[in-house]
């Protein structure tokens, strides 16, 4: 079965600029992540949306950052304006209906640079 | 709220050699935990996992992992290390109380030939 998508792999802005990145789950999977890694720390949660209903957002910066999963399959993070701090790999995940016991699974991410 | 804690930022071992890369958790419900790991321009992939049952559960690679209930603790070991198991590990939380998926800052493993 294909992989999480993601795109695009690699994206250099300046800061105050927007930019958006885009997942696509695999296929019939209910839960959807959005995560940002800076370098040499572990994936922080952003959002986690149960189909097109957001679950958890407690870690988003609402003032910057805005994610919206229309129709409960792909989804959209955007970053509006960007700060040099933004500089991450921002990773998206999906898991099964089943939710609490099921694994995520990873896509490649989208390794963001600020300057 | 669920945590993970991943006490060494590096292990290092001679392949051929046990590895054990160390994982605590805090949960205020069951924890439902998980092993990633992450190679150099990759995405995470998933290991193992413990939802319920026998403690040591056996993974991809060749991994396994023990859950301590009284330690709260989920190590992550393989008795003979190869130098292709360099890479960054992850170890993740979810708490039955708690939709959310919580990482660890991750742990560096190096094996030298």
């Known amino acids: 079965e294909a992989g999480v998508a993601q795109s695009p792999r690699y994206k250099i802005i300046e800061k105050r600029q927007s930019v958006a990145f885009w997942c696509n789950p695999i296929?019939?999977?209910?839960?959807l992540y959005w995560y940002q890694q800076i370098l040499g720390q572990g994936p922080k949660l952003l959002i986690q949306f149960q189909n097109n209903g957001v679950v958890d957002d407690s870690q988003l910066p609402k003032d910057r950052f805005s994610a919206e999963r229309l129709k409960g399959v792909d989804s959209t993070l955007k970053i509006q304006p960007a700060k040099l701090e933004d500089s991450a790999v921002y990773l998206c995940?999906?898991?099964?209906?089943?939710?609490?016991?099921?694994?995520?699974?990873f896509g490649q991410g989208t390794r963001l640079t600020v300057v | 709220a669920q945590s993970v804690a991943q006490p060494e930022d590096q292990v290092n071992v001679a392949e051929g050699n046990p590895l054990t890369v160390k994982c605590t958790y805090s949960v205020s419900g069951n924890p439902y935990l998980f092993w990633y790991v992450q190679y150099p321009n990759r995405g995470l992939q998933f290991l193992l996992k413990?939802?319920?049952?026998?403690?040591l559960v056996k993974g991809s690679y060749g991994f396994e992992a023990e859950f301590n209930k009284s330690q709260t603790s989920f190590h992550l070991k393989k008795p003979s290390a190869l130098v292709s198991d360099s890479a960054l590990y992850f170890c993740a939380v979810r708490d039955s109380n708690d939709y959310k998926l919580s990482f660890g800052a991750g742990t560096t493993v190096t094996v030298r030939a």
């Open positions: 413990y939802i319920t049952g026998d403690n």
């Open positions: 296929s019939g999977h209910a839960t």
């Open positions: 995940a999906s898991s099964p209906e089943t939710g609490m016991n099921t694994e995520a699974f």
